[in-house]
């Protein structure tokens, strides 16, 4: 069952702490270079910005009085000056951190690829596909700019704060100290709102990755939907997602705006008593005009890196949420890998054996219980029984996409949970009912069961499994580009391209799970010649429903009561008249 439905807030595993900041810090330091770059660039944009009050000071003290009218040009090309050096440097500055941003995107999210693909069923039994996509997406996108141009702004508008109180304390102390004293009220203020408003940016990213996973299941199930006329009821579930959406963004606004708010209204606190005390208290021969001018600049430059470290301090708290998830998806344990100094699967012949074996999906819940059986290489194994006895299962835990829960599982005599998967499952091929189709050509699906081959053995294992025909029946033949999931093709032209592409792979034990049901009699009777090909010499395992297909086998398991209720060949089970006998009648009468 899905552990998080799409209308189910994710609970985080691990709670944000500092630990999560320093792993992100490694993606920051690959970056080290261009971001000292940048941060230089922006100290000294900054720096010559700063100059601007005192010149305005110099000239109105003491350029204006004197009617210098040189001084007062030449003064006018320096200001201008400084302007076009910051825009410039700010330019390059700005276009170097862009790329910085993408590069930490293109690391976080290769790292997440990376382990999404090695994550094993149980992960994805348990999400909705929505939920894993806007991780891989959104959030990376998301965290990139404060991971990037974030942290070198915080230094800088630090400094810059640091060298504004340098100024501002060189031009006149006493002021200086009105104007420091707004920052009280503006910590407390701050320390008032920081946990509700980190709550509130996770129910953010909680509400936005619910919308998500509805809309990623809409997608997928679109044709139910219509077929059911479901499309309003949808809309209200949509809707209301929609609204908490909303609402949950619309709270974080709520503590976004109060801080800008707030220094807005303590900038012309601190302006206006500049010019109260600077005026009225204190004599013109103290303060000069001049000063007081630059006093009111610095004033507002103060606050203005207070604001800025705010909002930055806003976007932080943000990506914080963003950082949980990413990481906590990095952390899942990747519980179905190579046990440590596990040892390479020789090529096998195909022995299989279930010793003792015990599984659960669900801890407690046991699907299958002790079951043992031998099968001899070479040997084909029909697993048939009612829906949901766990057929699907057996074959699943023969390829090791779980792990056993007790027991063991041999393949020619090596235990499958100390060999390496990659050896286990390139000897293996697998064919689902559902075949999935990638997006590409025909001829890159099946080129998918071994990459490196050949059009002309391309071109063999689609003839061996009657492909060839219905392929070179499109305009492009092999060429022919499908949509993944093949929604181009029939059901069945979908699973016969999914046969040569376990034909091409060559394993020596071949799984069939309901792999010919889609496909009509007289293009099964066809297959059939390739696949008796096919199955030469291999062990294999079909599961079928349709009993006349798996008739021919060695060996027909019936599965049932959590384990194998009948076993024998198709004669043997009819002669002990049990539940296969019963099935095939059943199956037969309704043929007639
Ligand atoms: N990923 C899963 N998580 C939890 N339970 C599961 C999971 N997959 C299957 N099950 C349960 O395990 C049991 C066996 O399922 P399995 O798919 O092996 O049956 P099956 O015999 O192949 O059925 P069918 O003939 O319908 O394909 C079922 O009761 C099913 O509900």
């Not at 006329?229 to 949950?248: C, D, H, K, M, P």
């Not at 914080?320 to 012949?349: G, H």
């Not at 006349?548 to 384990?563: E, L, Q, W």
Request: aromatic share 10%; proline share 3%; with cysteine.
């Amino acid at each position: 069952m899905a552990r998080n439905k799409f209308d189910i807030d994710e609970n985080l595993e691990s709670p944000f702490n500092i630990r999560h900041f320093k792993r992100a810090l490694v993606y920051i330091k690959r970056q080290k270079k261009p971001m000292i770059i940048a941060f230089v660039l922006s100290a000294l944009s900054a720096g010559i910005a700063l100059s601007a009050p005192l010149i305005i000071q110099h000239v109105v003290d003491y350029t204006i009085p004197a009617k210098d009218k040189s001084g007062l040009v030449l003064w006018s090309v320096v200001m201008l000056a400084t302007i076009i050096v910051s825009v410039i440097l700010a330019t390059i500055r700005s276009r170097m951190m862009t790329r910085v941003g993408q590069d930490i995107i293109f690391d976080i999210r290769t790292d997440l690829f990376k382990h999404l693909q090695e994550l094993p069923f149980q992960y994805y039994d348990d999400r909705p596909q929505g939920k894993i996509l806007i991780r891989v997406v959104n959030y990376v996108n998301s965290v990139s700019d404060v991971l990037s141009n974030g942290i070198i702004n915080l230094i800088l508008e630090i400094l810059n704060l640091l060298f504004i109180g340098i100024f501002m304390f060189a031009v006149d102390a006493r002021l200086s100290l009105i104007i420091l004293g707004g920052l009280p009220i503006f910590i407390a203020i701050m320390l008032l709102i920081k946990t509700k408003q980190r709550r509130a940016w996770q129910a953010v990213s909680n509400k936005s990755s619910n919308l998500n996973a509805y809309m990623q299941e809409s997608i997928s199930g679109i044709r139910v939907t219509q077929i059911f006329n479901r499309e309003q009821r949808n809309e209200g579930i949509f809707t209301r997602l929609s609204v908490n959406y909303r609402q949950a963004w619309m709270r974080t606004m709520y503590f976004n705006f109060l801080v800008p708010f707030s220094v807005d209204n303590l900038t012309t606190l601190v302006t206006t008593s500049i010019y109260f005390v600077g005026l009225l208290a204190l004599s013109p021969q103290e303060v000069t005009f001049g000063v007081i001018l630059a006093m009111s600049s610095y004033a507002a430059r103060f606050w203005q890196p207070i604001l800025n470290i705010s909002n930055l301090y806003n976007s932080f708290i943000n990506a914080v949420s963003y950082l949980e998830r990413i990481f906590e998806t990095l952390d899942e344990p990747v519980t179905v890998s190579d046990v440590p100094k596990a040892k390479e699967l020789p090529p096998i012949k195909g022995r299989v054996t279930f010793e003792d074996m015990t599984f659960a999906y669900d801890p407690g819940h046991n699907i299958l219980e002790n079951l043992s059986f031998d099968i001899k290489a070479g040997e084909s194994i029909a697993l048939v029984g009612p829906t949901g006895a766990g057929k699907t299962t057996v074959v699943n835990l023969i390829s090791r996409f779980y792990n056993v829960s007790s027991g063991k599982i041999l393949i020619d005599g090596y235990d499958i949970a100390e060999m390496k998967l990659k050896s286990l499952r390139s000897q293996m091929g697998i064919m689902l009912q559902d075949s999935f189709i990638f997006s590409g050509t025909i001829m890159d699906n099946i080129r998918y069961g071994k990459l490196d081959a050949t059009e002309e053995e391309i071109i063999a294992a689609a003839k061996t499994v009657c492909a060839d025909d219905f392929i070179r029946e499109f305009e492009n033949g092999y060429m022919t580009e499908v949509n993944e999931r093949g929604s181009k093709l029939s059901q069945g032209q979908r699973q016969l391209i999914s046969f040569a592409r376990t034909l091409l792979a060559n394993p020596r034990i071949l799984i069939l799970d309901e792999a010919t049901s889609s496909i009509d009699a007289q293009t099964e009777r066809l297959l059939q010649k390739g696949l008796n090909e096919l199955l030469k010499g291999r062990t294999s395992f079909i599961i079928a429903h349709r009993l006349s297909t798996v008739k021919n086998c060695d060996r027909i398991m019936y599965v049932a009561d959590k384990g194998i209720a009948e076993s024998g060949s198709h004669d043997e089970l009819m002669a002990q008249r049990g539940r296969y006998y019963k099935l095939y009648s059943a199956q037969k009468m309704e043929a007639i």
